[in-house]
């Protein structure tokens, strides 16, 4: 994944699920594939399946967050972004993402909130994920920012 093979690694991670359905590691790492791809719908499933078949295995509730983020599905996004706290938390990343989502949604209060618990859990890191309303569709990395620097 790391070499952006995205199709290859994708293809990999079906035949690993078609040998073992219920390893939920690699439906997880076939929606971070997806995601990648901005293949929204197939990245949410592939999340959802991981948490159905493991409940409680770390990131997935925050991944699955930020596809529904990227989908403009704030409700579901702020569900799964909880869930991953409740799982982790510690978690600043989720916490940053939930902030962002809660502004979506309109809920400043919640937002700040949040985006404060990021702040105090990763005092280093001051920037956060800006939507971007340009380019709805680019990748994680282009939204992360990281405005301080030490």
Known sequence: MRAGQWEEAASAFLRTIALSPNFAEAHFNLGLVRLQQIRLDDAIRSFRKSIQLRPQLRGANLFLGIACYRKADYPAAIAALQREIQIEPKNADAYMWLGISELNANQPDAA???????ATLKPGRCGYPLPSRS???AGIEGELTNACTR
């Open 112 to 118: 700040s909130a949040a985006l404060d618990k990021a």
């Open 135 to 137: 380019s709805p569709h």
